[in-house]
């Protein structure tokens, strides 16, 4: 079975800090996807980046990049000069090429304070 | 841009009743998933649509049913409602059953009383 943990519950940092939200996971499989969304209080789903497993460089996006170690099956998010608007519940989660669902991590709250 | 639509946003039922949450993918998204997520929880995989089939089944009670229709939207039926089924479902479109790109619906928050 594949499975996505997430051992960090909450995290806190201040403004203009940098965090690093950690995600480790489970497969045998080899064609997957890795994704981390945010969930802000509106409870929207937003995508905030995507990587794909047969890729080595990590994925960047603006402020957010990833960490990813596929022989460690680790996939960190790491969110540089943080903003207030980045306060939200952060979930990783794992897409398995053929198996037509996404697996979602318990999440980690993230509170940034001004 | 369209973006995948879901209704209604909020829904409030008594136990043992019926509902119906909708979900209007993006256009040209074939495939749809249904999510549940309760309280404090991560979302849980329902039920998966690939050109109105059946593609995957996740954790979905027998009362619920899904289908999706020639429009390619899809619906989600709840029968004999539990104080349990209290969760926000998401409705998920993606451009086919091998892309790995999900859009999420902003949800619909059901809450049985």
């Known amino acids: 079975a594949q499975t996505v943990t997430q051992s960090q519950p909450e995290m806190s940092v201040q403004e203009a800090e940098t965090v690093t939200l950690s995600c480790t996971y489970d497969?045998?499989?080899?064609?997957?996807?890795l994704f981390w969304y945010k969930q802000p209080p509106s409870r929207q789903m937003i995508l905030v980046i995507r990587q794909e497993a047969y890729k080595q460089q990590n994925a960047t996006e603006n402020r957010f990049s990833v960490n990813f170690q596929k022989a460690a099956k680790s996939f960190s998010l790491k969110i540089s000069d943080s903003q207030l608007g980045d306060t939200a519940m952060y979930f990783c989660?794992?897409?398995?090429?053929?198996?037509?669902?996404?697996?979602f991590g318990q999440g980690t709250r993230l509170t940034i304070n001004p | 841009a369209a973006g995948v639509i879901q209704s209604p946003r909020h829904l409030i039922k008594e136990k043992r009743e019926t509902a119906t949450l909708k979900c209007y993918p993006i256009?040209?998204?074939?495939?749809v998933y249904w999510y549940q997520q309760g309280p404090g929880q991560d979302p849980q995989f329902l039920i998966s649509f690939y050109e109105k089939m059946q593609s995957d089944k996740g954790s979905i009670p027998d009362r619920f049913s899904a289908q999706q229709f020639s429009d390619y939207h899809s619906e989600l039926n709840m029968s004999s409602l539990e104080l349990g089924d209290s969760a926000l479902y998401f409705c998920a479109s993606s451009l086919s059953q091998v892309d790995e790109k999900l859009f999420f619906g902003s949800g619909t928050q059901l809450s049985v009383l």
């Open positions: 989660a794992f897409y398995i090429q053929g198996a037509q669902k996404l697996v």
């Open positions: 497969t045998s499989e080899s064609n997957y996807y």
């Open positions: 256009p040209r998204h074939d495939t």
